[in-house]
């Protein structure tokens, strides 16, 4: 085999030509990688919001929480079940109420975009353990305040510690504090109180939907079938989990799609630009690749030496652009929740994955890129190579 | 031989190296123009709104609604000259053949004087006026449904329960490219009058306004708002730009996004074409040494690499212009609006103001690719370029 040095070497010593190559794998290796890392985030923030022991009751039908309404009526109806966790906080029970409101942007730029504003019963924040206080103080059961998510603070106008908003005229709600929960879409929320909130859109009566701890998560299936059979309450019964993994689907299959799709395209220039570099390679050293065929190296030998050369170039690029690609933790990018119309932030996750799955890729385009020109390097003649 | 001769004969030189380069400036100017075709369509129905319509819509959310009274208060407004209301029906299709499309329950008597882009033939809209489960189709929608004028349609939708039977009564025709062809049009006063619809007996969504051509849509929208603000229901009013806007409003970052991915896409092929031009400096430093010898001054020697670039980058450009009008405009773009993803792109097409975007930046960036190698070749000293040997 010829040594890997060789390679090494023939790839320094022509900086110029190796950087603008590497590079240009660099950037497509940065737009892949960015494309799933920002799935990922979808994924964070939606499909890990839901448990697995607690079910979330729509209207049937209504598919989301913003279009479903339930009355006082099956609000009791869905107690009263052995399946229910009547210990948990609320006796296991939460009806809460949903509004996506009309937001201006804190930027100055005047646009509009949706915020989810959820009211909750005295429990509401208890029944989600996960949440906690970040910075202020929880919000006061039955007054105006309300606290923000922390990933949509100071976003807009208003909805921000120490600012006041109004949903209706001159009952302005007060954001007393700041509240996380663990990365999940909750923390792109407004909470407040329940009947402050219904009350001010004129809904006294009813809830959005109802949330229900289990006592266990096995007990699912029987809870759903005694709460679907009473066809007149009209109930749609789902995990909580899946009922947000499937609004991640939508929002996380759309975007890390376009992304790949994006990459892949973009991967198609890069290895044009690493085959033309390897094709230079071989052309330029016909003469050097004579010498080592006349001095006993095999055409595979050949092959492969140059093989390694642009995987060597394109892990390189990977490499740059990996670097590169974790800058994007500091950025924080809006999207849509398909299912609630309102804005969800999502950060770019990386995972040993997805590094992984980067660095393959870069391989792969390599590989690809290189191929044409080893085969054309392991073609050499010995003979007419040395002669010039 | 003249020097512009000696420039493209360069090229001709290493036949698959500038053959794989040219391939390689094309597809990035296929992949931007792809890109940038999503970005201007998705953006295209905010972009074709009518300057003299304004929307009104309740202040504090989407999903609450206005009493219907405020139509006949708007009405009363100076500088009006028409307004409409509409309701979102969030129709669904019961058995799934399209992912989604818009169903609007509108006022039947005067949605098409303001929406008069959409065109509804005179006899279609009076069969229509005098049938209350009446609904008027799109044609694109109509072919997916299969239904044709006298059928009868059943759709669901999230916000009123259960299942809605209609009846079609005909097609309307967008008069401007961009106008959905996939949606549904009702009669609200159907829905009000059916109990299921109840708890939104009453209630309209939005109000749509035609104002006068001399009125001034800012004013315009702060007069109406004023008119209901010391109402229970305020009101914010906006150009139908900015209404349409705020349902895009939050894929405003996925949009900057591919503004900047469809940049990088340039640089990589920038990087390309430096690289080519770098390495066949870097084999014909000899030569250009020997020009240098029988009286070239260097700046000759610079232009001969900068235009080796630009022509690169024209060829390449030019060829990728090609690929986009063949791939997208006569291939991709009729496909994706005949299939469901057609409420999103009604029109997919490549503008050709995106392709000369394209190949002007291309031509900016062989420029700069050029610029480099050039500087160095043109710098060398005779004697160095002679003895270099590569």
Known sequence: MVPIRYNVRSLLVRKVTTLATAGGIAMVVFVFAAAQMLGEGVNRALANSGRADTVIVLRKGSDAELSSTLDGERLNMLRGNPAVASSAPGGGVIGESVLVITAELADGSGGISNVLLRGMPADGMAFRPEARIVSGRAATPGTNEVIVGKSISGRFQGIAPGKTFEVRRNRPLVVVGVFETGGTSFQSEVWGDLDTIRSSVGRQSVVSSARVRLTSASAFESYRAAMESDKRLNLQVMREDEYYKKASEQTSGFLSGMGMVIAILFSIAAMIGAAITMNGAVANRTREIGTLRALGFSRLAILTSFMIEAIFLSLIGGAIGLVFVQLLALVSFPTMNFQTFSEIVITFVATPAIMISSLIFSIVMGLLGGLAPAIRAARVSPVEAMRG | ?390
């Open chain 2, 1 to 390: 031989m003249n020097r512009a001769t000696y420039a493209s004969r360069n090229l001709f030189r290493r036949k698959g190296r500038t053959i794989l380069t040219v391939i390689a400036i094309a597809v990035a100017m296929l992949i931007f123009c792809a890109i940038r075709t999503v970005d201007v369509n998705f953006m295209a129905s905010v972009d074709d709104a009518m300057a003299d319509r304004i929307a009104t819509r309740h202040k504090v959310s989407i999903t609450m609604q206005l009493p219907l009274r405020y139509i006949q208060d708007v009405r009363a407004i100076p500088g009006v000259t028409k307004a409409t209301w509409g309701n979102w029906f969030d129709a669904k299709d019961p058995k799934e053949r399209v992912p989604f499309f818009q169903g609007l329950a509108v006022d039947h008597n005067s949605w098409f004087d303001v929406y008069d882009d959409m065109v509804v033939d005179p006899a279609v809209l009076a069969e229509w006026k005098a049938t209350p489960n009446g609904v008027i189709i799109g044609d694109k929608l109509a072919a997916i449904f299969q239904v044709k004028p006298g059928d009868k349609l059943v759709i669901t939708s999230g916000i009123y329960p259960g299942d809605w039977e209609f009846k079609v009564i005909g097609l309307y025709m967008p008069s401007r490219r961009t106008i959905d062809r996939n949606s549904v049009i009702l009669r609200w006063d159907f829905l009000n009058n059916d109990p299921r619809a109840e708890l939104m007996k009453d209630q309209i969504g939005w109000i749509l306004t035609r104002i006068g051509g001399n009125a001034n849509s800012a004013e315009m929208s702060r007069s109406i708002d004023k008119v209901f603000d010391e109402r229970d229901d305020q009101t914010i009013t906006m150009s139908e730009r900015a209404f349409n806007l705020s349902f895009l409003g939050a894929f405003s970052a996925m949009l900057t996004a591919f503004d900047l991915v469809s940049i990088v896409i340039l640089l990589i092929m920038m990087l390309i074409l430096a690289n080519t031009l770098a390495m066949s400096v870097r084999e014909r430093t000899n030569e250009y040494g020997v020009l240098r010898a029988i009286g070239f001054p260097p700046k000759s020697i610079f232009g001969f690499i900068v235009g080796e670039s630009l022509l690169l980058a024209l060829v390449g450009g030019l060829l990728g212009c090609l690929l986009t009008f063949v791939l997208i405009n006569m291939m991709l773009g009729p496909w994706l609006e005949s299939s469901p993803m057609a409420s999103m792109f009604p029109y997919f097409r490549t503008p050709i103001r995106v392709m000369a975007m394209g190949l002007g930046l291309s031509l900016l960036l062989g420029l700069i690719a050029g610029l480099l190698p050039a500087r160095r070749a043109s710098r060398l000293k005779v004697t160095d370029a002679l003895r270099r040997a590569d």
